[in-house]
């Protein structure tokens, strides 16, 4: 009897094979569940890092602490994307006052550092490694703001759990023991690097178990002496020093006078949704100018991954991509018109540029009169409400390749990004922040929080952004699909580093999308590349279900992560 009815499953598994092939979600890409919990949850983009925000909410602490306690650990155990020699950005929602909080978390070039200084050694650009492009790391300061504002439980129990990891050995995951690889054969040349990333004369590998005491360390100095143990004591006195033995510019008084600038999120409206970025120096507002120029397709009857899609999006990212190249800088050295910008109106005027017939080569930038890397994103919940939406990263990979010694960490790069053009609004001066790629994001609903999310990537992030909120409002994607979709990825528009546009620049297509989409792109006059896999951007969410009462969350495939809750 048994052997019978063996007999029979066999056979019918095989009388299914379209069954067979069928996945739950009934997508053509691969994903898996969101992850859904009744009380808090953390989605970074490795499970340890996830493990620690939850340890710490379970311990008391707010969403804030438990995104402090992850990006600590994220700077340990994933320093190809962040670190302690990094800027950070930040928006809260607070459910006490029912109000979202800007932090911008970036550090400033030196004083002593002039643009004529570029030109006296003929720079046309800021070099990406070595001491030039370091500006004042803002991670550790926007830390203490944020918990300053937020916090529930000692700074000290936050870094914690990466004190411990620092000192003890955490495991090396997939994803970074590749970047990790990539970015010390880049770096090797510079002082202390191998030292520190490539113990033993080679890098680590997958599953390989690796200790930092110096950055337990100089944590340790951090959850004792707070902020000041790292601007005004030993820890920048060795950046400092180290910097200037390197042919830098840095000095004490860049850290002693550095500050983390709380400011107001701007939004658009996007079908019904308020979709919240944080203004200049960094590139949030092109997320909204995007939305607003293809608020005015029905893009949920074009259907995911079709060519009016597609050409539609890169036109309008091309657009935006014009006006963020020479508009967008510190606003303390230029007033970004950021009302202009983002309104409806000038959206239309922008929409009627695009030809649904043709690629465009090239767009100019939308008020002519005006004209003159890698990263970790983390999201968290509490029971209390309280959401954090989380980004932070030293830029290009590991940063400048400037490793401080006896720190355990290095320096940022985010220098770089500045335009070394005279009398445009990202020029370079001394004391001023560069432009900057991280943006986190946040999504309300008739005032009441809805989403925190973020995608990392440089240039692919508000391209990022938008794509995850068009598979989510438009073509009805759940949080997880949403992230784990395949990606366009346009490059080539004009950088705000000065870089000018290639004609029509260059699209990236995630495998996914139908061939005959591809061609007829192509047949548009778009041109296509082939980027890694890394080019295409990390994505974290975490969502409330007002319905349920319960979080969502979501990690996607391409890197480590994990969304967990209890």
């Not at 970036?106 to 030039?132: A, D, H």
């Amino acid at each position: 009897m048994e052997v019978r009815a063996c007999s029979l499953l066999a056979t019918a598994l095989l009388a299914l094979p379209a069954l067979a092939t069928q996945r739950p979600v009934n997508r053509a890409f691969a994903t898996r569940s969101e992850t859904i919990a009744p009380h808090a949850l953390a989605a970074t983009s490795h499970p340890l890092a996830t493990q620690a925000a939850l340890e710490v909410m379970k311990a008391g602490g707010s969403a804030v602490d438990a995104a402090i306690a992850a990006n600590a650990c994220l700077g340990l155990m994933e320093p190809t994307g962040c670190g302690i020699g990094g800027d950070l950005f930040a928006i809260v929602w607070d459910p006490a006052t029912k109000k979202l909080h800007g932090l911008n978390g970036s550090g400033r070039s030196p004083y002593t550092l002039t643009l004529e200084e570029f030109q006296k050694r003929g720079l046309t650009n800021v070099p990406s490694y070595g001491p030039l492009p370091v500006t004042v790391p803002g991670a550790v300061d926007g830390w203490f703001a944020l918990h300053g504002k937020f916090g529930r439980v000692p700074m000290a129990t936050n870094l914690a759990p990466a004190i411990a990891y620092a000192r003890d050995g955490f495991p090396l995951s997939e994803v970074i023991a590749e970047g990790w690889e990539r970015n010390v054969a880049i770096l090797a040349k510079y002082p202390n690097v191998t030292n520190l990333w490539a113990p033993g004369g080679r890098t680590p590998r997958k599953g390989e178990r690796l200790q930092n005491p110096q950055l337990a360390a100089t944590l340790a100095q951090i959850a004792g002496g707070g902020r000041d143990a790292y601007y005004r004591g030993d820890i920048a006195r060795t950046i400092c020093a180290f910097l200037q033995q390197q042919g830098g510019f840095l000095a004490e008084r860049d850290f002693a006078e550095h500050t983390s600038e709380w400011v107001d999120p701007i939004s658009t409206n996007y079908r019904g949704y308020d979709i919240w970025e944080l203004p200049p120096n960094g590139q949030g507002l092109s997320v909204l100018q995007m939305l607003n120029i293809l608020e005015g397709y029905d893009l949920k009857a074009m259907g995911f991954g079709s060519t009016a899609y597609l050409h539609t999006f890169i036109e309008a990212k091309k657009l935006a991509f014009e006006d963020r190249a020479r508009l967008y800088a510190d606003p303390d050295f230029f007033k970004t018109p950021i009302a202009e910008l983002n309104s409806k109106d000038y959206a239309a005027k922008r929409r009627a540029l695009i030809r649904a017939d043709r690629a465009a080569n090239r767009y100019d930038p939308g008020i002519p009169a005006l004209r003159t890397s890698d990263t970790i994103y983390l999201c968290v919940a509490d029971e209390r409400g309280m959401m954090v939406s989380f980004i932070q990263s030293n830029y290009r990979g590991m940063g400048s390749g400037m490793v401080p010694p006896g720190l355990g960490f290095g320096l940022h790069d985010r220098g770089e990004a500045f335009d070394l053009t005279p009398g445009r609004p990202n020029s370079y001066a001394p004391h001023k922040r560069p432009f900057h790629t991280i943006i986190p994001a946040f999504v309300t609903r008739d005032g009441e929080p809805v989403m925190a999310f973020g995608v990392m990537g440089g240039d692919m992030q508000p391209q990022g952004h938008v794509q995850v909120l068009v598979n989510w409002i438009d073509f009805g994607m759940n949080l997880q699909e949403a992230g784990d979709a395949p990606r366009i990825y346009h490059t080539g528009s004009s950088e705000p580093d000065g870089t000018v546009m290639t004609t029509g620049g260059t699209v990236n297509l995630e495998a996914g999308f139908p061939s005959e989409s591809v061609r007829d792109l192509q047949k548009l006059g778009h041109k296509f590349g082939a980027a890694s896999i890394g080019a295409f951007g990390g994505y974290q969410a975490v969502m409330w279900d007002q319905t349920n009462r319960v979080w969502i969350g979501a990690s996607e495939s391409r890197k480590d992560g994990m969304a967990a809750g209890y």
